[in-house]
């Protein structure tokens, strides 16, 4: 699970007491609330599945795939669906790849979900071994999936624009000053992330 309300605010408390603009942001916007998803398979399909879609839309195939498949839609079942089967639920060809991919790599134990390296970035290695699966799906699965503390996942618009508000930039930052900026406020990075978000469209900072 993702990072607690209280893990958030220890996070954003030890950087703010160092950074003043954290502090700042913190007293106009408030503290964000925690966003928490399941670890596991499960999560990383609903993923795929919401790639390029609306939420609506999303929502929509994933029931279809729920009725299709069963509750959680379990690797071994989507695997021995029919391509025609999936494609009535509303996943393209391309979907069902990156969806067949993730469910082949967890059936053959060849991906561990429950036990992904403790390194961040080997975890991440891990998870882009699934089609479909970028840096950026990886890092956000690691940060809401298993709260890991220190991701930062700078390639996201909304963090740099957000990012870019906080500190008062002129314009939106490039992904490797993203990375940059953030480096002095390790290991609490992936609450400065959700700060971010919390922050991004805030017309008062």
């Not at 599945?49 to 690797?75: D, F, I, R, T």
């Not at 002129?170 to 002095?184: G, I, N, Q, V």
């Amino acid at each position: 699970m993702g990072l607690t309300a209280e893990q958030l605010s220890h996070g954003l408390d030890t950087v703010a007491a160092r950074e003043p603009a954290i502090a700042r942001a913190l007293e106009i916007a408030g503290y964000p609330e925690p966003r928490i998803r399941s670890r596991g398979y499960t999560t990383l399909l609903r993923t795929i599945v919401g790639q390029q879609v609306s939420v609506a839309s999303a929502a929509s195939v994933w029931n279809k795939l729920e009725a299709a498949l069963g509750e959680g839609c379990a690797p071994d079942a989507l695997i021995a669906a029919e391509f025609d089967a999936l494609r009535a639920c509303g996943m393209s060809r391309q979907k069902q790849g990156y969806a067949r991919s993730l469910a082949e790599l967890v059936v053959t134990g060849a991906l561990d979900l429950e036990n992904l390296p403790a390194d961040d970035e080997e975890a991440i290695a891990e998870l882009v071994r699934i089609k479909g699966i970028g840096r950026w799906s990886a890092e956000i699965y690691l940060l809401f999936a298993e709260g890991r503390p220190d991701i930062w996942p700078a390639g996201d618009l909304a963090v740099q624009a957000g990012i870019g508000r906080i500190l008062a930039l002129d314009e939106r930052p490039s992904e490797k000053l993203t990375r940059a900026l953030a480096e002095p406020w390790s290991p609490h990075r992936g609450a400065i992330a959700i700060l971010t978000w919390h922050c991004y469209n805030n017309p008062a900072l």
